[in-house]
Nanobody
């Protein structure tokens, strides 16, 4: 079973950038579709982005399209989330986990498994 550890969070000003990494402490990430999720204070956890095991298919929630980019680094065994043009509403704890990614006639969706495994997350704060 893959165990995931998130890193790269921090404090950044609006308009700034951060790069988050999801690393596997056990197992190979390129055998799994991986998703990034976030939970803002007082809000439910929401899906942000996900990537297929091959890296060929990606998904972004509307609020981050054009600003965030998900990618795989198989040499480092990580899934990275490059976040640009950050906004205060991006402030949240960010988590990664394995997902079930479906691509039906070009419509991509990422679903959590019945029992998702969550790590500690990494905190992103966007504030001036």
């Amino acid at each position: 079973q893959v165990q995931l550890v998130e890193s790269g969070g921090g404090l950044v000003q609006p308009g700034g950038s951060l790069s988050l990494s999801c690393a596997a402490s056990i197992g190979r990430l390129n055998e799994h579709a991986i998703g990034w999720f976030r939970q803002a204070p007082g809000k439910e956890r929401e899906g942000v982005s996900c990537i297929s095991s091959s890296g060929e298919t990606t998904y972004y929630t509307d609020s981050v399209k054009g600003r965030f980019a998900i990618s795989r680094d198989n040499a480092r065994n990580t899934v990275d989330l490059q976040m640009n043009s950050l906004k205060p509403e991006d402030t949240a704890v960010y988590f990664c986990t394995g997902v079930n990614l479906k691509n039906i006639y070009g419509k991509v969706s990422c679903q959590l498994p019945a029992l998702p495994s969550w790590g500690q997350g990494t905190r992103v704060t966007v504030s001036s």
